[in-house]
């Protein structure tokens, strides 16, 4: 089975990559390397054994991605590809709808062209909008109360998939709706490391931890939660990686259904300030932090009922926010401890003899427990 990843060299593209390969499946990589690095293709062999073939293409190319299907046939393509920092989409529409928009577009026509009937696609929560505080579950509304273009793009694609199902039964949509993806692959050679300004949590605790931002600002301790801070349900990129090969299988079946909607959730929520907590305990460093007024447009609590995953794709989230935490220091500190260097910024909480003890160990800081991922053996396809 070969299938090609577009953006897939980004965070969510490069781990899904990984559970693809170790699995049987053969890849190939489109990726303009705008917010992802090249390297990331070099990691990927490095843990697989396997080096998927790379197209340096954009997606808005659309001669160049007809050359790339004219040459090649794929049994299935994952959607991974586009613009996804929140903030900047509010500064800059028009390039966020071109870009995520007409590529999805291009994409489909040359999909059609070339009969490639098997389509997943990399949404998000964010396309239910202003629902604060309820199990979401794939029933619920979409599209009202989304507050930024990028969550627009999310939902427009969404109906375009829908519409474009709807003409061609034979044409397979699967949408998958992530909730909060945080953590890297255990081996440390892959993780989030965006070019673009994140505002997301957790890559703005990994800068505050590594010394490039000052401050974690927590956005609001006064939301009507157990210690006022918004809570939200963090996943582990593994497992969310692992339910694209579900999602995949099951899509490849003939009698899959022509549309499927699923949450990739853990169906469990956790507070910012509770994630502040674990990360300084397990990280041994306390982090910046100052509390400050709501950011506009966040709810209190936001988090998944995967239920219908769970049911129909076999999959469940198995890693926890603690080793999603532990698997980012490893990520964090591999470099340093790799080089047998000191460690990569200064480290007001470090005294340098316990940072060196530690990157003397072989897996600095973090103790790797034994979980379900770490254990798992990798059933071909
Ligand atoms: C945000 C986007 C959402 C997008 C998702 C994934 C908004 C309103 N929503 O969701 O459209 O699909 O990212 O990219 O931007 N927090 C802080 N300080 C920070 C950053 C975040 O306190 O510096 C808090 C937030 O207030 C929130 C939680 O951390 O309570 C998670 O925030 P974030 O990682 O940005 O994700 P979402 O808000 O869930």
Known sequence: MRVLLTGGLGFIGSHTAVELLSRGFEVEIIDNLKNSKLETLKNIKKITGKKPKFYKTDLLNKSALDKIFRNNYYDA????????????????PLSYYRTNIDTTLNLLDIMKKYHCKNLIFSSSATVYGNQDGVKLTEKN??????????????????????DTACSDPEFKVTILRYFNPIGA?????????????PNNLMPIIMKVY????????????????????????????????KGH???????????ATNVAIYNLGTGKATSVLKMVKT???????????????????????VYA??????????????????????????????????LKLKLPVARPHYSISKAFSLLGLKNPLVKLGAHPSRTQKSTSV
């Open 279 to 301: 990360f300084e305990k397990i990280s041994g460093q306390a982090l910046n932090y100052e509390i400050v007024g709501r950011r506009p447009g966040d709810l209190a609590k």
């Open 141 to 162: 509304q979409t599209g009202i109360g989304i507050t930024n273009p990028y969550g627009q793009t999310k939902y427009m694609i969404e109906q375009i998939l829908k």
């Open 210 to 241: 590594t010394g490039e931002i000052k401050t974690l600002k927590i956005y609001g301790d006064d939301y009507k939660t157990k210690d006022g801070t918004g809570m939200r349900d963090f996943i582990h990129v593994v497992d969310l990686a």
């Open 77 to 92: 393509v994952i959607h991974f590809a586009g613009l996804k920092a929140v903030g900047e989409s509010v500064e800059k």
């Open 185 to 197: 692959h255990y081996s440390g050679l892959i993780g989030e490391n965006p070019n673009d300004i």
């Open 245 to 255: 090969v579900s999602a995949l299988k099951k899509s490849l079946k003939t009698n």
């Open 305 to 338: 009922n995967p239920k219908k995953a769970n049911r129909e794709l076999n999959w469940q989230a198995e890693l926890t926010v603690e080793d999603a935490i532990k698997d980012v220091l490893n990520y964090l500190l591999k470099p340093a401890a790799d």
